[in-house]
T-cell receptor, first 112, second 113 residues
């Protein structure tokens, strides 16, 4: 069966510091990978998706970037965090675009 | 522009009764709809989905209904159980378009004993 691992679970970072959140998927090859963010009182917003290694699409212009250095690894980064980057970040995978997304347990990021 | 709308932030239902969660969408390009359940501090869990070529899909206690002409879908849970208390998200995917799902803001379902 497939599993998705996302870490860390919680993170407190000062404004201006860098960010690196990591996500890995096990039990499948060439999954579609996604990064979502849930800000307080809002729905889930798609940030990035990837259909293959080094194939990243950005949905919303922002202070963040994503990379996929390996088939089942997806990384969310920032060079300098802003207060508005606080939120709940979720990584997800799917077999393809026609199948449901399966989410990790998320990272609660607080920028102070 | 909110393309997927869940107009009820919360819903309270007595245990054993039917829970009905509603969702409206505005984009006629959506062709695949899903419901997710989320507990605090966890990621959403996929519950049930429906393709735009169908008007009903059933899985155990969960049934999703789709009314394309009204751009409306609903999730029925019967009978409701205490473990069903969670936030439920409606999501939709555009046919032939970019990957990823568009989510509503969620409805907090509370099952009362």
């Amino acid at each position: 069966s497939q599993t998705i691992h996302q870490w860390p679970a919680t993170l407190v970072q000062p404004v201006g510091s860098p960010l690196s959140l990591e996500c890995t998927v096990e039990g499948t090859s060439n999954p579609n990978l996604y990064w979502y963010r849930q800000a307080a009182g809002r729905g889930l917003q798609l940030l990035f998706y990837s259909i293959g290694i080094d194939q990243i699409s950005s949905e919303v212009p922002q202070n963040l970037s994503a990379s996929r250095p390996q088939d089942r690894q997806f990384i969310l980064s920032s060079k300098k965090l802003l207060l508005s980057d606080s939120g709940f970040y979720l990584c997800a995978w799917s077999f393809n675009r026609d199948s449901p997304l399966h989410f990790g347990n998320g990272t609660r990021l607080t920028v102070t | 522009d909110q393309q997927v709308k869940q107009n009820s932030p919360s819903l309270s239902v007595q245990e054993g009764r039917i829970s009905i969660l509603n969702c409206d969408y505005t984009n006629s390009m959506f062709d695949y709809f899903l419901w997710y359940k989320k507990y605090p501090a966890e990621g959403p869990t996929f519950l049930i989905s429906i393709s735009s070529i169908k008007d009903k899909n059933e899985d155990g206690r969960f049934t999703v209904f789709l009314n394309k002409s009204a751009k409306h879908l609903s999730l029925h849970i019967v009978p409701s159980q205490p473990g069903d208390s969670a936030v439920y998200f409606c999501a939709a995917r555009k046919g032939g378009g970019a990957d990823g799902l568009t989510f509503g803001k969620g409805t907090h379902l509370i099952i009362q004993p």
